[in-house]
């Protein structure tokens, strides 16, 4: 899975996420995140909260969680990049790392020019958010980096949970910071199945609704074909596994995006299965439903 999305996603709900995973850096007046393609050369910067109405700083993002050695030089062109496009705006750059210790060798003369530039270690911050506020539904969503004991987070995960359900925020932050949760716990916990970690979090709502939806498929899809296999009826339960596959991927697409386009519906359901495979394994990294199925098609053109 793609780890970078579900921090840019987390960044999206606004100041609080930013002040939490920048280690305390506030955000004054109206800010708008997005992700900002740079004209003329293939540059993307993926996170960039610009002031709206203002002229408070503009901050670029960048995340790693992996070691990279030309993460600075990364962050920097974009800086450079974004700067010279808008001379105008007073741009930032911060370095996101997922541990302290990953944070590359400042280019030479780059120390000088902070604030400009800025690292900062989750390893680190994210804890100590973790004991200070750990009533805090953005601090709980990344709980599954703050504590480092299995066992412990284990034994802490529904309140956790809870902490994000009893918040008073909006329904879009509160299912996004769940959605955020989950992604850490299920990359946390690779060996446990989906009704494991979902039982773990004491959650009681419908499976097919939920985040673990596509690793329960993997699961009936081998009992499914044992049970065909010893019956004799494969032709039935392949497309029984496709109908399946398809409704669940129209209710977690309706619950991530909204209702579903008829055209979409109608693709979906005359997609073959490893296609629905592909589009359940890419549907928490797409950023909208055409990126993950291929663009409304035209007047006249087959879905």
């Known amino acids: 899975m793609k780890t970078d999305q579900p921090i840019y996603e987390f960044l999206a709900t606004g100041a609080e996420a930013f002040r939490v995973l920048t280690g305390g850096l506030t955000l004054s007046g109206e800010y708008a995140f997005h992700a900002l393609a740079v004209k003329g050369i293939e540059r993307r910067l993926d996170g960039i909260f610009e002031p709206q109405g203002h002229a408070g700083p503009v901050y670029v993002i960048e995340f790693q969680a992996q070691p990279a050695a030309g993460a600075w030089y990364n962050l920097l062109a974009k800086l450079g990049l974004y700067g010279e496009a808008q001379p105008e705006r007073d741009a930032r750059g911060l370095l996101l790392l997922l541990r302290a210790r990953d944070e590359p060798a400042c280019p030479q003369g780059a120390g000088q020019a902070r604030p400009l530039l800025a690292a900062v270690g989750l390893d680190r911050v994210l804890p100590e958010w973790l004991e200070r506020e750990p009533d805090n539904p953005f601090v709980a969503a990344l709980a599954p980096l703050s504590v480092a004991d299995d066992a412990e987070l284990q034994r802490r995960a529904p309140a956790l949970w809870r902490t994000i359900q009893d918040a008073p925020v909006a329904p879009p932050i509160r299912?996004?910071?769940?959605?955020?949760?989950?992604?850490?716990?299920?990359?946390?916990?690779?060996?446990?199945?989906?009704?494991?970690?979902?039982?773990?979090?004491?959650?009681?709502?419908?499976?097919?609704?939920?985040?673990?939806?596509?690793?329960?498929?993997?699961?009936?899809?081998?009992?499914?074909?044992?049970?065909?296999?010893?019956?004799?009826?494969?032709?039935?339960?392949?497309?029984?596994?496709?109908?399946?596959?398809?409704?669940?991927?129209?209710?977690?697409?309706?619950?991530?995006?909204?209702?579903?386009?008829?055209?979409?519906?109608?693709?979906?359901?005359?997609?073959?299965?490893?296609?629905?495979?592909?589009?359940?394994?890419?549907?928490?990294?797409?950023?909208?439903?055409?990126?993950?199925?291929?663009?409304?098609?035209?007047?006249?053109?087959?879905?």
Not at 188 to 203: P, S
Not at 237 to 242: I, L
């Open 175 to 303: 299912a996004t910071l769940e959605r955020i949760l989950a992604f850490w716990l299920f990359e946390r916990f690779q060996t446990l199945t989906a009704e494991e970690i979902w039982t773990m979090l004491n959650v009681l709502i419908p499976i097919e609704e939920t985040r673990a939806y596509q690793s329960i498929f993997a699961k009936g899809e081998a009992k499914g074909k044992a049970e065909g296999e010893a019956k004799g009826e494969a032709k039935g339960e392949a497309k029984g596994e496709a109908k399946g596959k398809a409704d669940g991927l129209k209710r977690l697409l309706a619950r991530r995006f909204g209702p579903l386009p008829a055209w979409a519906a109608k693709r979906i359901d005359a997609a073959a299965i490893d296609q629905l495979n592909a589009w359940l394994e890419g549907i928490f990294d797409a950023g909208c439903l055409e990126d993950l199925i291929g663009p409304k098609p035209g007047r006249g053109k087959k879905l």
